[in-house]
């Protein structure tokens, strides 16, 4: 796709959302250890996991579970019992659960003032903009696509809304790569360490440890990713 458009069509994806994944909101406890996610780009209810992780400021463990994955299905599959998206592991609580409204909850009680934003709340205004939103993408971060598969999880400065970070996921989740997802939402008190690292506020962000490769720009990520680990001979 013509990467105008492309762009020009993720922005109308965070439209359809009111921006909701934009910003960052009441804070509450900070866990000490990463919390890890099974999701899938194009899933309505894993975006509204992740519109909640960047509203709590709440980094995650991507492990990309797009369809026809072999990388992390099976683990999940056995790991919780089915192949169902998104999953949540908080190794802080020991809990771990299925359930978009569940996880959200959960995530609101335990790392925020337990009151979920409405466009999160279960309820016909949020299944239909974040099936909008799913739509308006069709095919991006669906489908797994032949990868290697690296030796550590990349890191991925991010925040939900962002049409420009949502491209950079998309390739990350189809080619199965677990990645440390930062967020850095607006208003994020971690936004000055980000910018310490890498000398600007401008996400998406990438950092591949496995290579010292670093790097701004939507466009340049994806080259990188489909460049460094696709695999059309797996
Ligand atoms: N009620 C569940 C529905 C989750 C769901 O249906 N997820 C779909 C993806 S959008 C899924 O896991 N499909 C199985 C698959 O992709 O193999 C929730 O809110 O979490």
Redesign the pocket.
Known sequence: MVRTLDVAISFLSTISRAGSGVSVGVLGKRPAQLLELYE?E?????R?VREALTILDLDALVRP?P?GGTRF?PELEQRGGK????YLVDPNTGKEM????D?VSYLFETYGDGRVPALLAPGLLGQATLGLASALRPGHGLRAMPSRAPAEPLDLWSFESSPFCRIARETLCSLELPYRLHNVGKGSPRREAFVSRSGKMMVPYLADSNTGAEMFESADIVQYLERTYGDAER
């Open positions: 899938f194009a899933c309505p209810y894993c509204k579970c369809k299905r192949q169902q998206f998104p299925y359930e978009s409204d996880i």
